[in-house]
């Protein structure tokens, strides 16, 4: 069972910056690619961004290309979401998600890593709010 909380969350004004950090416990973090997600009051979770367990392997959603970008520690078991130049249409709730890669290495033009359903485990999740 893995265990996942974030932090970062909060209110910014359009064109601002804010940092998210998921840290994971009780399991091999490296067994995992980690991923973002994001959810809008009313609409369905939408992918943000993973990363495979070497930081080899990176992709992002269309709409967060370019402003975000993903990370991760191994050390510390922790994945971060840098989100620079927000838009109000960035407001959302947050979530970190692990998905056990049975030895999945590629990230990149994987679609089913854009897929929530595929994710083992989730955090509770962190609100952003940006005010344009």
């Known amino acids: 069972q893995v265990h996942l909380v974030e932090s970062g969350g909060g209110s910014v004004q359009a064109g601002g910056s804010l940092r998210l950090s998921c840290t994971a416990s009780?399991?091999?973090?490296?067994?995992?690619?980690m991923g973002w997600f994001r959810q809008a009051p009313g609409q369905e979770r939408e992918f943000v961004a993973a990363?495979?367990?070497?930081?080899?392997?990176?992709e992002y959603g269309d709409s967060v290309k370019g402003r975000f970008t993903i990370s991760r520690e191994n050390a510390k078991n922790l994945v971060e979401l840098q989100m620079d130049n927000l838009k109000s249409e960035d407001t959302a709730i947050y979530y970190c998600?692990?998905?056990?890669?049975?030895?999945?290495?590629?990230?990149?033009?994987?679609?089913?890593?854009?897929?929530?359903?595929?994710?083992?485990?989730w955090g509770q999740g962190t609100q952003v709010t940006v005010s344009s």
């Open positions: 990363i495979s367990w070497s930081s080899g392997s990176i």
């Open positions: 009780g399991g091999i973090f490296t067994s995992y690619v």
């Open positions: 998600a692990a998905y056990h890669h049975r030895g999945l290495t590629r990230v990149a033009g994987n679609p089913r890593l854009q897929n929530a359903d595929e994710y083992d485990y």
